[in-house]
């Protein structure tokens, strides 16, 4: 019998819990830094050596960082669904929780790709890119990060997936930010929708939206048990 499928869209709340710093905080600033000078186009042409030393620290962190009960409660429910993780997240915790089918639409933490060729991407074993190191045909590399101003090439699949969900979950995330913001709408509409976060979203009326009002470590286990049937 084929496996009920699980999408799960996940945010900045789930990996704030293993101690990495959420998007943009109250003060608009993200680790100190204005959004335009590190994670925009215009920030790396203006500064390229700050928006790389920037994400060689958020790189740092990443790496130190563990996956904490919401990744793993995520990845323990492919034991009786099929599961796909779209993530607004750039780190790899998701990955090292267990979970296998993973969509980055904000690009990946611990990817180098040339600053001209876009499919020229490469894994990184280290967590710093220096000003100078080149891509294959001589370009500047540049964290593989999708930033403010530039396309989501992944937004498609991630619609796909979801249009064909028999549940949808909403993890950890305000959906403030567009188009991710927006996949809860391609959900079927019989499909039941989970949020879980502390905080209620803004979200349109549809049937079938069910609200668990507690972090990611708590509220993902929660419901992955009653899932899972335990």
Not at 45 to 54: D, H, K, T
Not at 111 to 134: K, Q
Not at 177 to 196: E, Q, T
């Amino acid at each position: 019998m084929k496996k009920k499928k699980i999408v799960a869209l996940t945010g900045a709340g789930i990996s704030a819990e293993s101690g990495l710093a959420t998007f943009r905080g109250s003060d608009g600033l993200w680790e100190g830094h204005r959004i335009e000078d590190v994670a925009t186009p215009e920030g790396w042409a203006a500064n390229p050596e700050l928006v790389l030393e920037f994400y060689n620290q958020r790189r740092a962190a990443a790496r130190a960082a563990q996956p904490n009960a919401g990744h793993l409660a995520l990845a323990a429910l492919e034991r009786e669904f099929e599961v796909v993780v779209v993530t607004q997240n750039v780190d790899d915790l998701h990955e090292r929780a267990g979970s296998s089918h993973i969509i980055h639409l904000h690009g990946k933490l611990l990817e180098a790709r040339s600053s001209r060729f876009e499919h020229l991407v490469y894994p990184m074993d280290t967590d710093r890119i220096e000003l100078g190191e080149r891509c294959a045909k001589g370009h500047q590399l540049r964290p593989n990060i999708v930033w403010f101003g530039e396309a989501v090439p992944l937004m498609e699949q991630a619609m796909e997936e979801t249009a064909t969900a028999d549940i949808f979950l909403v993890v950890g995330t305000s959906l403030q930010v567009y188009p991710a913001a927006g996949l809860v709408g391609y959900a079927p509409a019989n499909c039941p929708v989970y949020f879980i976060d502390p905080s209620r979203p803004p979200v349109s009326a549809r049937r079938n939206l069910h609200f668990i009002m507690e972090p990611a470590s708590t509220g993902v286990p929660r419901l992955a048990a009653e899932l899972l049937g335990k």
